[in-house]
């Protein structure tokens, strides 16, 4: 295998590596190292099936169901289906308007993501160009640039994270088929506490864990303060030196550090241009300070 560093911020290509063949042990070291260092690894021309990539993401850890899968690949209900396309009788088959806006997924959980896997089933051409691309910020960069003094007053802190924020700024939106949660959803995903600054368990470096899609406040702080802090930080978020996007190609498998990077979908194509992605959410379940020893 080859690790194509992209140069920028974020972003690998890694060459040479047919993900139907099951990982060796140093193989998945390099590529859990790879995925810390880079943020964002992209595997080209991928033809694996759904078992198969089900099963490359199940190296990396468990894989979630979501509380909220109305879409999967038959059998596979932690293989969810994220697209804009419908079945011959205009039945959706997948989530049409999933993580558009920045977000981390997964933080409104107790039990955090290690990564997000997408493979690329169709991608909108336009003019001989991709569209729909996935943007990524940087959080080790953006953890590193803060103020001396923000980073002391952050240190030791915790944020209220509500998956419900999203939902509703999503459901909100004109056109969206978002209904509102139910109590039992409520009661599945209640508000959590996360740490601002994490360490990140690959790099054993510092990261800036909060993002505008899912974080409410600062806890224990007054809430104007609180906020004058979040709209700082989200906004440091958006610096441009911190920002990779990613521009698809049919085929791609897309792997991404969901502690490290906080992403956003940009959804700059029409319901006639055809995007299909199956995707698994991969949660942070393993040892992996030890595995990328
Ligand atoms: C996700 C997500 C982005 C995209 O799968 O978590 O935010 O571009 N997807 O589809
Ligand atoms: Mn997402």
Redesign the pocket.
């Known amino acids: 295998m080859q690790i194509v560093p992209s140069g920028q911020t974020l972003g690998a290509r890694i060459e040479g590596l047919d993900l139907a063949t099951p990982l060796s042990d140093p193989d998945f070291r390099t590529l859990l190292r790879a995925l810390g260092q880079f943020g964002v690894l992209c595997f080209p021309k991928q033809t694996i099936d759904v078992p198969h990539f089900a099963a490359f993401g199940r190296r990396f850890g468990d894989l979630e169901i979501n509380v909220a899968n109305l879409f999967h690949e038959p059998g596979f209900p932690e293989v969810?289906i994220?697209s804009n396309m419908q079945d011959a009788a205009g039945k959706p088959l997948g989530l049409n308007d999933?993580?558009q806006g920045w977000?981390t997924?997964m933080s409104y959980s107790k039990d955090i993501a290690l990564a997000?896997i997408?493979h690329a089933q169709r991608v909108p051409i336009r003019h001989g160009q991709s569209v729909?691309?996935?943007q990524f910020r940087n959080m080790h960069a953006a953890y590193d640039a803060l103020p001396d003094s923000l980073k002391d007053r952050l240190e030791g802190r915790t944020a209220t994270h509500d998956f419900e924020k999203f939902w509703e700024v999503m459901r909100l939106r004109p056109g969206s088929g978002r209904k509102p949660l139910t109590e039992e959803q409520k009661r599945r995903k209640p508000p959590v506490s996360q740490p601002i600054v994490r360490t990140h368990p690959i790099t054993g470096r510092k990261i800036l864990y909060a993002n505008p899609g899912y974080t409410m406040w600062i806890d224990g702080m007054d809430r104007h303060e609180s906020d004058l802090i979040l709209d700082y930080l989200f906004r440091h978020q958006e610096r441009a030196d911190f920002l990779y996007a990613h521009h698809w190609q049919e085929g791609d498998v897309l792997i991404w550090d969901n502690i490290g990077t906080v992403?956003?979908?940009?959804a700059d194509y029409l319901p006639d241009e055809p995007r299909y992605?199956r995707?698994v959410?991969v949660m942070a379940t393993l040892d992996y300070a030890k595995l990328a020893a």
């Open positions: 969810m994220l999933a993580g977000h997924d997000n997408l729909g691309e996935t992403h956003n979908a940009v992605m995707r959410q």
